[in-house]
């Protein structure tokens, strides 16, 4: 059989060199969002307009790019379309191959990266298509896991969890950079996979800024791992791929976000880690032997393969077509046009499983042996060192002579770090089997640990023939009701420190509010924070019914739910 560039995962792979895997430049599209409402009842002038696969500047300068989707007045969900039929091939069917493969939306805020990447229900963006291409065949043999972080002030997050806990980068000698502790969930369908992602979006960091009411104020990473088993010309093959698919937090200027404070702090972050990201993509189209400073961001650690690795990389530029954002519609543009001389070495990642199970059996085998030499060492028997026959009989501890002893110690300390070696290769073979993705956390577990009957991460529990809800809502209706708080009897406190229901985002208090629950009364009191009903301000103590809407700052907006 003849090798295909295989990459390294494991010591027992066999490979051809990395120096053979063929150039893959970075693929660059631009995508120019149509004027928002607010720009054209301003009367705001376009700065750039589409031209086939280049965007053309008012003052007549032209960039050229792999694809350019303009700013035509069609309707959003046409547009939407669009974009995921020029990125679909290099998604979904690379991955199945055995590529690894990314994607980066980058762009100022509100160009439109998130709406690129995650759209609504109406017209949906690019994960949730992924998401379903990657089962739409129904093809065996696949095993899927996925996991979701985001990077906050320079500091890595769980999604998929409410501890504010951050994760550190750990390096893997054959995979590459890692967050040490994420949750990684085993899906095992599209809906998995989709659940999934409405799980994480609920702990998305967003915030209202002059620029954009809904801006995302951290990267957000969402990360698939699949592996494949496959049969080719009587070969039993397992291919193995890491989707990147990154929605990054928008550069700004703090005198038009208006960003002071928190947000001021958050900008300052945001635009040090685009700036790191700049600086990296520079030192890699110079090609002179530069350092490359990856580890100076965190965003551009966990990325390290899609920047110049093993991966095959396509990078969706956002712009605005308003004159008014023209010094960052230029920016992006010149980014854009520096990221597409990028070279990636991607290779397939594949291995034969006949050879793994076969080096899983002998090194099964030789622990063994190694393990019966330690034990009958310890018993003071006579052992069989490697490499001596078993008619030249060792002497046992009761002959006299200290060199022995040292010989024997020495032996031990061998066979013990043979042992840990071995058993170490072994669980790196072992990661590769699809049984290994039972022990992973399941969707399921995950949404019972979110919404279950223990009271963790501010969520709590009642006991009562009527259970009382807080039920979110939101302007995506893909997401609203994805997060449900259970009200205790009692008192339960809502804020955004540790109360019994912790919300985030912009207007809340450490106390926000308290709602008590006594029998089936309900009523809600405003402690430190602007508390509406219905649209009414809570003043006094109002008493709740099934259906009110609940306010809490300006972003976290629930149904109260009785059942």
Known sequence: MTERGLQRTASYASTDDESNASEDRVRVCVRIRPLAPKEASKGATISCRADGTEVVLDEGKRYAYDCVFGDKSCDEANAQDDVWRELAPTLAPAAKEGYNVSLLAYGQTGSGKSHT???RKSCRGVVPRFCEALFEDGEGGLSVAAS?????????RDLLVTSSESLRIREDPQTGPYAAGA??????????????????????TIASTRMNETSSRAHTVFTVRLVRDSVEDGYSLRRSA??????LAGSERQKRAGSTGTRLKEAGHINRSLSTLSAVVNALTKKDGRHVPYRDSTLTHLLRDSLGGNARTTMVATVSPSAEDGNETHSTLRYAERCKKVACRPVINETELSKRDSI????AEEIRLLREELAAEREKKTIRPQGFS?????EDDSSPGKALTMARQRMEQDALQR????????STLSEWAPAGCDSLTTVDQLERASFGTASRGGLATRKSSREARLVNLNEDPQLSG????????GASVIGAGRCDVQLGGTGVAEEHSVINVVNDDIVVHKRQGDTYVNGREVTEPIKLKHGDRVAFGRLNVFRLSLL
Do not use: W
């Open 117 to 119: 990447m995650f759209g």
């Open 148 to 156: 979701m972080l985001e990077i906050y002030n320079e500091k890595l």
């Open 183 to 204: 949750t990684v969930v085993k899906c095992a369908s599209a809906q998995d996979l989709l659940r999934l992602v409405r799980l994480g979006a609920r702990n998305r």
């Open 242 to 247: 890491c989707v990147h698919l990154v929605d």
């Open 360 to 363: 899983i059996r002998k090194m």
């Open 390 to 394: 078993t008619s030249e009989p060792l």
């Open 419 to 426: 042992i840990t070696d071995y058993e170490s290769s072994m």
């Open 482 to 489: 994805a997060l449900r708080y259970s009200l205790k009897e």
